[in-house]
T-cell receptor, first 111, second 110 residues
Framework: AQSVTQLGSHVSVSEGALVLLRCNYS??????LFWYVQYPNQGLQLLLK??????LVKGINGFEAEFKKSETSFHLTKPSAHMSDAAEYFC?????????FGAGTRLTVKP | SQTIHQWPATLVQPVGSPLSLECTVE??????LYWYRQAAGRGLQLLFY??????ISSEVPQNLSASRPQDRQFILSSKKLLLSDSGFYLC?????????FGQGTRLTVV
């Protein structure tokens, strides 16, 4: 069975500060890992995905994530937060027919 | 290119009334299809997924059901809505190693 744990339901950073959103996964087989972003009352958009190629994955809007097998982690980072980054972020794991999501982390960016 | 359509965008229904949410996918064949519900503070909960016509897997026992009458059509239904069915429902399909989402349906049961 697969599962995802996102540490921190709310993260608040200042504009220009580092963004770090944490995700740990559990999977019995090598997983595919994803980060999605959701703006209010909209569907989810893919930020980036890991599918067993390079462990450092670069996504859209300056985000990147690093797959660390030894830590079973896939944390999302961005060097400098922008006001437009305020949204909810979901980590997900998939292997097979279903995709499992974390509970989400709401990112607030303060001016 | 592939697109996914989900409707309606918002819905207000009384307790005890039936529900039908529809999702269709264009531009791909035999997709894996999913229904998720998003409730405040609980993230995305997988409700149903389908790997083919008539094949439905249910993740959580509840007041809802799903059907896949055609390859690219996925329907979420209920015979009698409960207050606890309120939430944001998302349809998705997966392929090429990622999931693609509809715009969601905000359901309020009153």
């Amino acid at each position: 069975a697969q599962s995802v744990t996102q540490l921190g339901s709310h993260v608040s950073v200042s504009e220009g500060a580092l963004v770090l959103l944490r995700c740990n996964y559990s999977s019995s087989v090598p997983p595919y890992l994803f980060w999605y972003v959701q703006y209010p009352n909209q569907g989810l958009q893919l930020l980036l995905k890991y599918t067993s190629a390079a462990t450092l994955v670069k996504g859209i809007n300056g985000f990147e994530a690093e797959f660390k097998k030894s830590e079973t982690s896939f944390h999302l980072t961005k060097p400098s937060a922008h006001m437009s980054d305020a949204a909810e972020y979901f980590c997900a794991v998939s292997r097979g027919d279903d995709m499992r999501f974390g509970a989400g982390t709401r990112l607030t960016v303060k001016p | 290119s592939q697109t996914i359509h989900q409707w309606p965008a918002t819905l207000v229904q009384p307790v005890g009334s039936p529900l039908s949410l529809e999702c269709t996918v264009e531009g791909t064949s035999n997709p894996n299809l999913y229904w998720y519900r998003q409730a405040a503070g609980r993230g995305l909960q997988l409700l149903f997924y389908s790997v083919g016509i008539g094949q439905i897997s249910s993740e959580v026992p509840q007041n809802l059901s799903a059907s896949r009458p055609q390859d690219r059509q996925f329907i979420l239904s209920s015979k009698k809505l409960l207050l606890s069915d309120s939430g944001f429902y998302l349809c998705a399909w997966s392929g090429t190693g990622q999931a693609f989402f509809g715009q969601g349906t905000r359901l309020t049961v009153v």
